[in-house]
């Protein structure tokens, strides 16, 4: 068993290993950063590190919103290389989840691809981080 953080991205359940979050902030003031992606929101700075900061909605194709009273930013760490923020409607849970709660379909959304887990008859998108941080190569 694994535990996941299960948040809210529009009306759908998203979860994320939580051996890749870091820390969970509230909203802070986001610095832009010109010629960036749309969904890269600019940076923060998070006790003296400047982190970049994604819209996870905007990034996996999930309807645009304003930020709200319950917006969080997701501090995720890769493999100890970087951190990164990610833009999440509202934190839920921390749940453990087994091979067996996972099922055998998955979710596509633009080029993401999601394992589906449920609980307690909530369907979560269980997202690959790595498809997150790393724009797909162009094929051909």
């Known amino acids: 068993m694994e535990q996941y953080l299960v948040f809210r991205l529009a009306d759908e359940h998203y979860g ?13 003031p986001i610095t832009r ?8 929101k600019g940076v923060i700075n998070l006790r003296g590190e400047i982190v970049p900061v994604i819209d996870l909605r905007e990034k996996i194709g999930v309807e ?10 997701l501090i995720v760490n890769w493999k100890g290389e970087f951190k990164v923020g990610l833009i999440i409607d509202e934190v839920l849970d921390v749940v ?3 091979k067996e709660d996972f099922d055998q379909a998955t979710r596509d959304r633009n080029e993401f691809k999601f394992s589906i887990a449920k609980y307690n008859g909530m369907l979560i998108n269980v997202i690959n981080l790595e498809d997150v941080l790393f724009e797909k190569a162009e094929e051909g």
């Open 96 to 98: 453990y989840l087994s």
């Open 16 to 28: 994320l290993n939580v051996n890749n979050i870091e820390n969970i902030e509230k909203l802070m």
């Open 64 to 73: 645009k919103k304003e930020f709200g009273e319950e917006t969080r930013i």
């Open 33 to 40: 950063v010109p010629h960036t992606k749309e969904y890269v």
